[in-house]
């Protein structure tokens, strides 16, 4: 049976007015269509945990693309609907989402070995989710609103800071789920209970893993690198001998560990400076993870993870570009801004924080900055429509002198457009001496 509670003072203190305002309007809108509807998984956990939720997930006991219909058009918002999983979205006009899943329990094949019978088509529901943490359920019909219900322990295991699975076959259902236990662990600083740490070590001796899709081996391992801080995540697919599952020649030893330390140290340094500019968190850290292995072995964890041709390219061939400018530079140190920015500017930010990262020089790895925060956005003054007014035929000779109106610039030689005009005077005389 379930464990219910009023939490409605709790969710006074914790909700914002407008959050609490808007879980009533779904528990009226569930009301008018007399249908049970809960808010679920992660948004409860997290205000278990007084952490912060941006996702509203509810559960309906009945049709709930029906129910998320409705909902749109007393929110006055939009509804995207997915008839196939009887899923929908219903978008506000502020821009926030609600996720809605329908829970019935014709829908529900009985998964082999587990006891379906007698159970209500939320906790059913409840039961297919991968860890306790993540059942726990908050009833929001206005009869009752704020009720926590709790089937599976999950109040127990966040209050013991434990990762724990429903059933024993949960890692036979979905070997994904290791990833995910690790990654929340990592994130709540919580430990993998102790019968779910062998059933996990079980799940890597026995290969579950084998005929798992790359692609979704790969969305966990990008979400742990995506999280705020992977490395102990990290630490925990080495002890799990995870990194032979991703790939047999991938080795997560204690110099990549101690190098995504630095990442996280570059990486750090730069949202500090740039709030605003978005990049690959998890490929920076990627890089590093795989820098050690050969190509061919990065070629096919590449492959098996079914890598974009974009992405793949960031992580092999530009990854290996940076190595060698890095080396490069190592060796160029010190040399004038214009030389830096040559040896730079062909990276984005992603190579730029994974060569801050693996620097084995402070001198290489403050150049980089410097080239990131002072140098890489500098521009000429100077026009084509300019070079034209001075006389010069439009052609190649354009990018040339643009090019070293550019580096005059990096090296400080000129200041103003007066100064760039003088410049290219010169450059022209010495081209074309009278
Ligand atoms: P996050 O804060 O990372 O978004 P979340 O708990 O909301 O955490 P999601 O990946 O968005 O995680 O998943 C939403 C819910 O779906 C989870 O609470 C979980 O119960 C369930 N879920 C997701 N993936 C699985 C899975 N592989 N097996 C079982 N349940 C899953």
């Known amino acids: ?14 909700l914002s007015p407008d959050i609490i305002e808007l879980l009533r309007d779904i528990g009226r809108a569930g009301d008018e269509m007399g249908l049970d509807l809960f808010v679920v998984g992660g948004f409860v956990r997290d205000l278990m945990l007084y952490r912060k939720s941006d996702d509203i997930d509810i559960v309906v006991e009945g049709d709930g693309i029906a129910f998320a219909k409705h909902l749109a058009v007393m929110k006055q918002g939009r509804c995207n609907t997915h008839r196939e999983f009887c899923t929908a979205v219903v978008i506000l006009p502020c821009g926030f989402k609600i996720d809605v899943a329908s829970s019935r329990l014709e829908y529900y094949k009985a998964p082999a070995a587990l006891p379906t019978v007698e159970m209500s088509s939320i906790k059913l529901d409840l039961f297919r989710r991968d860890f306790t943490i993540n059942t726990l359920a908050i009833r929001l019909n206005q009869e009752g609103f704020g009720t926590l219900i709790d089937f599976f322990g999950g109040q127990r295991d966040i209050k013991d800071k434990s990762i724990r699975i429903i059933h024993n076959l949960s890692f036979v259902e979905d070997p994904t ?10 994130r709540f600083n919580f430990t993998i209970g102790k019968l779910t740490s062998n059933l996990i070590k079980n799940a890597i001796r026995i290969d579950f893993f ?10 966990e391992l990008k979400q742990i690198l995506e999280e705020e801080n992977p490395i102990s995540a990290i630490e925990l697919l080495n002890e799990y001998h995870l990194d032979k599952v991703i790939h047999p020649g991938l080795i997560l030893d204690s110099s990549v560990i ?3 330390e630095s990442v996280k140290k ?11 500019i978005q990049y690959a968190r998890w490929a920076v850290y990627f890089m590093v993870m ?36 890095l080396y490069l530079l190592e060796k160029s140190l010190p040399c004038k801004n214009s030389g830096l920015y040559h040896i730079l500017s062909i990276f984005k930010t992603e190579q730029i924080l994974y060569m801050i990262a693996t620097a084995k020089k402070e001198e290489a790895r403050k150049a980089i900055s410097f080239y990131y925060t002072q140098l890489k956005d500098v521009t000429p003054l100077i026009r084509g429509k300019d070079l034209l007014t001075m006389g010069i035929k439009p052609g190649p000779a354009y990018r040339d002198i643009m090019q070293k ?12 457009l007066e100064d760039e005009l003088e410049y290219v005077n010169m450059i022209n005389q010495n081209r074309y001496p009278h």
Not at 177 to 186: C, H, S
Not at 297 to 309: A, H, Q
Not at 405 to 416: H, I, S
Request: proline share 4%; hydrophobic share 45%.
């Open 1 to 14: 049976h379930a464990k219910k509670r009023n939490i409605l003072p709790f969710i006074n203190e914790r």
């Open 177 to 186: 789920r290791v990833f995910r236990a690790i990654k929340f662990a990592n």
């Open 210 to 219: 084998k005929n798992l899709s790359g692609l979704r081996v790969f969305s």
């Open 258 to 260: 101690s190098l995504m």
């Open 266 to 276: 570059a990486l750090a340094w730069h949202d500090l400076l740039y709030l605003d």
């Open 290 to 325: 795989i820098r050690r292995c050969p190509v061919k072995v990065i070629d096919e964890i590449c492959n098996k993870f079914r890598l974009p041709p974009r992405q793949k390219n960031m992580v092999l061939r530009d990854r290996i570009r940076a190595d060698d400018r």
């Open 405 to 416: 109106v550019l580096d005059a610039r990096l090296d400080g030689l000129v200041d103003t």
